[in-house]
């Protein structure tokens, strides 16, 4: 906070406060900025060291009311207040607090700082296994790829030491006596607040008890904090709402996150555009667009992000004998159907879809896209299906849409692509997965064997059709954006320009929590870390942040060796042709999924789905009408037009591209 100039009071300066209701231990500590503030000043405690600014603004509150700044039946130990502050109605005191200019705080019980505190900084969130040994250490700072590798390189101790010294720095640089409330600020009737720190903007009304804690808002993205709230030991990024009863213990909520409907979380971890209502969690790690809305929702153990938790949606890590133990993994953009059940330890693949009781512990991480379903108490699994799913496509689009973070700013770097090296990967391998079973238990067999799960032979090679339309799809996307970028007037600047410039970004990739980056690039970054070549916070992040930035040059590297590997290409016999034909491909993979979508989103209107509509013995033409009336119709339905216009789209790029390179 920055000093206000003040000085001692004078004995009659002393003589009006005290005809104005006011007392303090020893008035040679109070300070205050001009004699004109003293008559907003009434009815108020002084202790300890006291300095005030100025009282010259009144605050306009919602229905017209208008008060102005000053104290008004207050007991305050050990404070500065800045200027045009209103400070109203502690029921017990306020100590040890700098209170910056602008704020208003009425209806409170006690705000009170007993240092040293760090404000909910350097507290351990024991996440996936609640007896330990996966602890985060959060701070004000914290990304959702630093939690990461420190929640899942377990493997790497030094690192995991590194990380944690990383965040012992932050804690102590803050670490204070004093609390501090920024500018701006809003606390109204509330009860308990002891160590927090409150960040310019916030708006805190009617929480019951916030101790040990961070608010970390600004003005570009304010905190909300609402009635009923109860929280110990954490931190809140901007732009994020709390409210509505909801009980936090041990829990990072990060950017532009929303918890409330009495949502219940303990030693857990929410990283940016979160969204958890009425249900509860426990010893989870919540990676970027995580939701959940249902009263009967419990997720506990577990990694997720992209996710989406239907009704009833549940885990267990209760098969054990020496504690808590199991954890599980849901990759990205995996979803959950009503009352589906999962027995940790399991692995469901990235965009896979959960449907029914799962107790076998299924890993079908190699092959994403898929449905999980139960039949006779057993797991059923349906390679790829999930890629023609018009709600796989529709979560793709809107999670941009839905980044409710402020523009400068963000903490965590997020990859939205749907198909990337990442899940690319995963459908090699799946399609490789397939064709081995299909060659060891032969091409007529009813059901193949996985692991601890069955396919169904119709299953599987529809699965194999589908993995290969997503990787043509996949690389012809990535050779025509690479086309559009080059030289292309001769047949030598094509050639040449599509090569890349790096070998950077070869092998294995991996999601750190939304960061999508080559395995090989991380580890050269963990190495640097563990040497001590980069060895701060702000390096780290940067380092991170660059690896986000790379991304597209990087891809294409592993496109083009995976391209050539595919179509059975080498790098010094490539041809046009061979380009013209990958094109073609692309388009024919392009117009062959968005058929099978717009098959799919013509479900939603079919006859079945009209059952409810049209009510009182409602003849058909009355049903039909209200159905058109509420879902519109099928060929006007923005998505069903989106489709359209896509196929149209592509198919004349892809006419574009192949005219240029005939043209050659």
């Not at 009071?9 to 300070?31: H, N, R």
């Not at 007993?114 to 024991?126: I, K, Q, R, Y």
Request: charged share 25%; hydrophobic share 35%.
């Amino acid at each position: 906070m920055e000093s206000i100039t003040t000085r001692q009071l004078t004995p009659q300066e002393v003589v009006k406060l005290q005809e104005q209701g006011c007392s303090a231990e020893d008035w040679t500590t109070v300070y205050i900025t001009d004699e004109a503030s003293l008559k907003y000043i009434r009815a108020t405690r002084f202790s300890g060291e006291i300095r005030l600014g100025r009282f010259q603004k009144s605050f306009e509150l919602p229905g017209g009311m208008h008060k102005h700044s000053g104290l008004f039946h207050s007991t305050l130990h050990n404070v500065t207040i800045g200027d045009d502050c209103c400070i109203e109605n502690i029921k017990n005191y306020i100590a040890n607090y700098d209170i910056e200019n602008d704020c208003f705080i009425e209806n409170v019980d006690i705000i009170l700082c007993d240092g040293p505190s760090s404000f909910g900084n350097g507290v351990e969130v024991a996440v996936l296994n609640e007896t330990g040994g996966r602890e985060v250490t959060i701070h004000d700072r914290l990304t959702a790829h630093e939690a990461y590798l420190e929640a899942f390189y377990r493997h790497r101790p030094l690192l995991v030491d590194k990380l944690k010294q990383f965040a012992a720095q932050r804690t102590a640089e803050q670490t204070s006596m004093r609390g501090t409330i920024r500018h701006h600020s809003m606390i109204v009737d509330t009860g308990y607040i002891k160590n927090l720190y409150v960040g310019a903007y916030a708006k805190v009304e009617g929480a019951g008890r916030l101790k040990n804690g961070t608010l970390n808002s600004r003005r570009e993205a304010p905190i909300h904090i609402g009635y009923g709230v109860i929280a110990d030991d954490f931190i809140i990024q901007d732009g994020s709402v709390v409210e509505d009863c909801t009980t936090l213990t041990r829990v990072y909520v990060g950017q532009a996150c929303t918890l409330g409907h009495s949502y219940s979380a303990s030693d857990s971890l929410f990283f940016c555009n979160c969204q958890e209502e009425n249900g509860e969690a426990c010893a989870i790690f919540a990676g970027p667009f995580t939701v959940t809305h249902h009263k009967s929702t419990l997720l506990i153990a577990g990694l997720f992000s992209f996710m989406n938790a239907g009704s009833g949606s549940n885990q267990s890590n209760h098969m054990y004998k020496l504690g808590p133990i199991h954890q599980g993994a849901m990759e990205r953009g995996a979803k959950t159907s009503s009352d589906s059940y999962i027995l940790w330890p399991a692995r469901i693949g990235a965009f896979s879809l959960v449907m029914g009781r799962h107790t076998s512990h299924p890993d079908t991480s190699l092959l994403p896209f898929s449905y999980l379903i139960e039949k006779n108490g057993e797991t059923y699994l349906a390679p790829a299906v999930n890629l023609r799913s018009v709600g796989t496509v529709r979560d793709a689009q809107k999670w941009p849409k839905r980044d409710r973070r402020a523009k400068e700013g963000r903490l965590d770097a997020v990859n939205f692509n749907l198909l990337s090296p990442y899940t690319l990967d995963k459908m090699f391998h799946g399609l490789q997965i397939l064709s081995e079973l299909e060659q060891l238990s032969g091409p007529t067999s009813d059901v193949y064997a996985y692991q601890s799960a069955k396919i169904s032979n119709s299953s599987l090679h529809r699965g194999q059709q589908l993995y290969r339309i997503g990787i043509e799809k996949f690389l012809g996307n990535s050779l025509i954006s690479r086309l559009e970028k080059i030289d292309c007037s001769s047949v030598e600047t094509v050639l040449e320009g599509i090569k890349p410039t790096t070998k950077k970004g070869l092998g294995q990739w991996v999601d750190l929590a939304g960061l999508i980056a080559p395995k090989e690039l991380v580890k050269s970054l963990l190495n640097d870390v563990e040497a001590g070549r980069c060895n701060s916070q702000a390096e780290f992040d940067a380092a991170l942040r660059a690896l986000h930035a790379d991304y597209y040059e990087l891809e294409w590297t592993w496109a083009y060796e995976k391209m050539l590997e595919y179509y059975q290409l080498t790098d010094d016999r490539i041809t046009i042709e061979d380009l013209i034909l990958i094109v073609r491909q692309w388009k024919k993979s392009v117009v062959d999924l968005d058929q099978m979508l717009y098959a799919d989103a013509k479900k939603e209107f079919s006859l079945s789905a009209r059952t409810g509509f049209g009510f009182d013995g409602a003849s058909r033409r009355t049903i039909e009408a209200d159905f058109e009336q509420v879902r519109g119709e099928f060929e006007t339905n923005p998505f069903v037009t989106e489709v359209q216009a896509h196929i149209e789209r592509k198919s004349a790029l892809g006419d574009r591209i192949i005219a240029l390179l005939e043209a050659l």
